[in-house]
């Protein structure tokens, strides 16, 4: 996981789904699904510990996400 505070991640060549990673404390990291549903973008945001975000972000790059612009 990245140490910026705010980072996403893609699966590489594809702007969707995007999960942004957002650190509130030291101990919380906002998540935001961003992905499509038909037409429509949708978003779900949770709030996970910092160790559960670190082996999410685990998955996701076993998975073939990489770092990606934020959405703004």
């Known amino acids: 996981m990245p140490s910026r505070s705010s980072f996403a991640l893609s699966p590489r060549g594809q702007v969707f789904p995007r999960f942004a990673f957002l ?8 998540v935001t ?15 996970l510990s910092t160790d559960t975000a670190i082996r ?10 990489k770092e990606c612009p ?3």
Do not use: N
């Not at 699904?33 to 709030?47: A, C, F, P, Q, Y």
């Not at 999410?56 to 073939?64: M, N, R």
């Open 33 to 47: 699904h961003h992905h499509m549903d038909g037409d429509t973008l949708r978003k779900r945001t949770d709030r």
């Open 56 to 65: 999410f972000c685990t998955v996701l790059d076993g998975l073939g996400y």
């Open 70 to 72: 934020g959405l703004g």
């Open 23 to 30: 650190k509130i404390t030291a101990d919380t990291v906002a």
